[in-house]
């Protein structure tokens, strides 16, 4: 039960609206939102249901129960509450008690098959052209080189793109979340005769870049050897930087839009009539697709260039910093902390945890945009801030907010032997830092809406793996609550977790491409409920729908 409390209208006008939001308990909540408290902005709304939730998630009696668990051959992903299957062909609901089935695509070619998807939200501004546009949408991507985008609800086609016969385009990502999309093919390669003939590919790949709802063409470019250096290994596109790395370990950045306007040599429009390099069509039908309209012809003007190992780069914090590893072997696992603006290091800008471990630690910017970072090892996770130390010279120092650590009780083993004239002969074993034996992080993630950070621990527990899930308060790292896997956790698998809202899923791959997907709900109810839940073994039954087996519980 929930206690109601009371304060006094003179105590509580003295305030700050922060500590009012946390003297209001559930009731209190539901009661002024009844009351229209929160009509005047959609947005405040959200955040107090938000709020709501996640006082109820962190209540000593609610529980998470395995509700329905299902196998497939096929890679297994989850976006905003739907599961997908059969490569995207298959939608499931992640939110009802039971599995429900939102579409089903028809069987494909393998030509026809969906490579990978991006989920489309509606943006917050601006008028769209169709009702459709308002709806989620999923822009997928086929092994043809078509672009769809689909009905999130139904699985309808409700525009289509032709790409180009030109190249094999493999991969979607974001250059701007909900505007920029970019489409990147996979490695060109020299076909065998052209090979034999000497002739060299030097075209590495192209990107394709649309801006999406309504959905539009902004261009077409390619990375060439010869532009960009013969020592061009990968390259991306991110916040309007194209982003080239080098197999020397330099990580170079220019501006796309600077790119754009310098070197497109013609403008084009999705399902309008162009002539290209002697031939006419419409832009985005088949067999025309999408011009290549972005010709480098000289290297761009450079914005940056750092030189890290294994081109691993990162930019975030306030003011802006970069993260990288220094470009040599010997420096592997430590990190430095510099300023954008100079490259200057900041104080205590070298993190090393020194950590002797199978698994490599990890560091990044927060997802949460708090300019904070995110240091994450088998044992321990900080979360570091930068703090001005020289108002005059603005450098800045790399601070510890808060540390979460594993629960160990001993960091080494003594294996005894006995000779034999029965002498006992002890000898100290150092155990890995991510050693099986021992509680170790495996998974961090962030929960935006509920300002969450969802730490997956797992340890052997009688010889097998056993998982759990905590929830940390974001801004101080206090622990709000424990939830247990029930299924073992083997290490020498590849595990993914979400924790969204009130559904946490496991998606699990097993030897020879089994993938298993657990599907854990939220239940309110008191502790002794929980307990029972836990020590009495569920029944199960086994549903068919549309041919996907489902065990539900």
């Known amino acids: 039960m929930l206690s109601n409390s009371s304060t006094s209208s003179s105590a509580t006008a003295k305030l700050s609206s922060a500590d009012k939001f946390k003297l209001h308990n559930i009731c209190h909540l539901l009661t002024r939102r009844f009351l229209g408290f929160y009509t005047k902005d ?6 107090k249901n938000m709020g709501i939730l996640r006082k109820l998630i962190c209540q000593e009696s609610t529980t998470f129960k395995n509700v329905w668990t299902t196998h497939s051959t096929s890679p ?3 976006q905003s509450g739907k599961i997908y299957f059969d490569n995207y062909r298959c939608c499931v609901s992640s939110v009802t008690p039971e599995p ?5 695509m028809p069987a494909c070619s393998k030509s026809e098959k969906i490579e990978d998807a991006l989920l489309l939200e509606c943006p917050v501004g601006g008028v769209l052209p169709r009702p459709s546009d308002y709806k989620p949408s999923l822009a ?3 092994a043809h080189n078509w672009l769809f985008r689909l009905s999130a609800s ?3 086609i409700l525009e289509r793109v032709y790409l180009t016969s030109q190249c094999k385009f493999r991969y979607l990502s974001w250059d701007t979340t909900q505007e920029i999309m970019v489409v990147k093919s996979v490695q060109c390669k020299v076909p065998a005769a052209a090979g034999q003939a000497g002739i060299q590919q030097s075209v590495l790949f192209f990107f394709a870049v649309f801006r ?3 959905l539009s063409f902004i261009g077409m470019l390619e990375i060439d050897k010869k532009i960009f250096g013969n020592s061009v290994t990968d390259a991306s596109m991110s916040h309007q930087m194209l982003i080239v790395m080098h197999s020397v370990g330099l990580v170079r950045l220019y501006s796309f839009q600077s790119i754009s306007e310098k070197f497109m040599t013609q403008q084009v429009d999705l399902e309008h009539e162009c002539n290209w390099n002697g031939k006419a069509g419409i832009v985005g039908k088949y067999p025309f697709g999408v011009p290549c309209n972005i010709k480098i012809t000289d290297t761009p003007d450079l914005l940056f260039e750092v030189s890290s190992l294994e081109n691993t780069f990162q930019i975030g914090g306030y003011p802006w910093h970069y993260i990288i590893t220094p470009n040599k ?6 990190f430095h902390v510099c300023s954008l603006k100079d490259h200057t290091l900041a104080k205590n800008g070298i993190q090393d945890m020194k950590c002797c471990s199978l698994e490599p630690d990890w560091i990044s910017f927060h997802p949460d945009s708090s300019g904070r970072i995110l240091h994450v090892g088998p044992n321990l996770i900080k979360i570091l801030k930068l703090k001005e130390t020289d108002s005059v010279t603005e450098q800045q120092e790399v601070k510890e907010e808060f540390i979460l650590q594993a629960h160990r009780e001993n960091d080494v083993n003594n294996s005894v032997t006995v000779t034999s004239s029965g002498r006992v002969v002890k000898k100290r074993i150092n155990l890995l830092d991510d050693d099986p034996e021992r509680e170790t992080f495996k998974i961090v993630d962030y929960e935006d809406e509920l300002d969450l950070l969802s730490v997956v621990t797992v340890a052997h527990l009688g010889g097998d793996g056993a998982a759990h899930l905590d929830l940390h308060c974001n801004e101080n790292g206090t622990l709000l609550k424990h939830i247990v896997f029930g299924e073992p956790w083997d290490v020498t698998y590849s595990h993914e977790v979400y924790f969204d809202r009130n ?3 496991h998606i699990e791959q097993k030897p020879n491409r089994i993938f298993s997907c657990y599907v854990y709900q939220m239940v309110c109810g008191s502790s002794r409920e929980g307990e029972d839940v836990r020590k009495h073994k569920r029944e199960r039954r086994f549903c068919k729908k549309m041919g996907r087996t489902f065990e539900c519980f």
């Open 100 to 104: 429900r089935i939102i579409y089903q």
């Open 503 to 505: 559904v946490v899923l």
């Open 154 to 156: 139904t699985g309808e």
């Open 42 to 47: 959609a947005g405040v709304v959200y955040r």
């Open 76 to 78: 297994i992903a989850y």
């Open 212 to 214: 999406v709802l309504p």
């Open 140 to 142: 997928v991507l086929t």
């Open 329 to 334: 072997k010997s420096q592997r696992g430590i």
